[in-house]
């Protein structure tokens, strides 16, 4: 009789982590890297299609280690607009398996460093998804289905409300300096919607950036189906710089901001342009990728497989150390700020210096420091109110009665 509270409190537990957990787009183990999550194959797509169209999600990652040639399997998870777990259960929201094998896999070619590279692509042959809304994959072995090797989120959309906006450098904060406010109008027009203050969710990214989204905004005032979201702090973000760019495609020659390359068994090291703090110092416009990176190498063929890995290596002066920690960030490292990502201070050649395993390939990247809670570009970066952002805005509902949320609208807002 003893055992059976244990046993109920270990069950209470272990469903509370189960349905509270926020998933993201990351890598659960280090045998994984460059994972990549975008639509219809492309890089430069945010990982979101239309229900019941030809288009398509693509996940992408490679495996490195002795485990990289054990079988692996995904399944998918309905998850509520705020990426936690929904009740559903799969046969509610998929047509087809739940559990299935990863069998597009290709194995590195003519590199130093071996990896196997995975691809899914969803929705396939063997599974369709029926509900609009947020999915997130969970990879993990065969034998071993406890142990999630990896998440990739995307989005699922049913457009069933109409939605602009607009960015202006104009914000309540204040005017053409360092911060850039959303405004947007939503239109209802047949949904039924019981209570917009309950029934709809919203959620905005910067750069697709969930550490500083916006969500959870109510309407600023109602118009018949119009609900205006305008003149709301809620809707400020700092407006940061262009991202920082380089391009390590190859080991003959440098690439764009690449000091230099060497070999030193077993890796390939490289070394990015030594950086410089840019706040307080005039904006210079730079066309970006918002984050983004692509995997290449100029003289291969696929660069899936025939790109290699090379220890890149990053480079921050400043005369001395900030009181904050600064981290790597971009599409590359998941907006995960851990080890890997932070920079470390070197007191004799004032600098900060990282270093992290990556593919060859175009990247972007920006320097955060670590304020409270919050990561901010103040501080190294610094904030121009003139910097090219990219705001995408996703529109949720949930109706009377239901227990998942879906995806109504989603719209894309270039700005400045």
Partial sequence: MKRIPLLLYLLIVSTVLMYGQVYKTQALSDE????????GGDWQRLPFIQLNNNDYIQINFDRMGPNSTKQLRYRLINCYADWTRSPLIDVEYVDGFNNIPIEDFALS????????????EIPNDRQRIMLSGNYVVEVYEEDNPDKVLLTACFSILNPEVQITGSVSSNTDIDSNKEHQQVSFVINTNNLRIRDVFADLTVFIRQNNRMDNQKSFIKPTFIQGNRLV???????IFEAGNEYRRFESVSFRYNGLRIESTKYIRPYYYTYVVPD???????????????????????EGRDSDTDADYFITNFTLKADNPFLEPIYLNGAFTNDTFDEKSLMTYDYNEKEYRG????????????????????????????????TQNQYCIYVYHRPLGYQSDNLVAVLLISGN
Avoid: C
């Avoid at 570009?377 to 610094?382: K, M």
């Fill in 109 to 120: 070619f003519n590199t130093t460093v071996d990896y196997i590279n995975f691809n899914i």
């Fill in 32 to 39: 994984i890297h460059t994972l990549q999550v975008n639509a």
């Fill in 229 to 235: 979201y305008e003149l709301n702090k809620d809707l």
């Fill in 276 to 298: 410089k703090i840019r706040a307080g110092r005039r904006h210079v416009y730079d066309r970006d990728q918002d984050g983004r990176f692509v995997v290449r190498n100029a």
């Fill in 355 to 386: 270093s992290m395993l990556l593919k060859q390939g175009a990247y972007n990247y920006q320097y955060l420091a670590k304020s409270g809670k919050n990561y901010t570009t103040s501080l190294i970066e610094g904030n121009y109110f003139e």
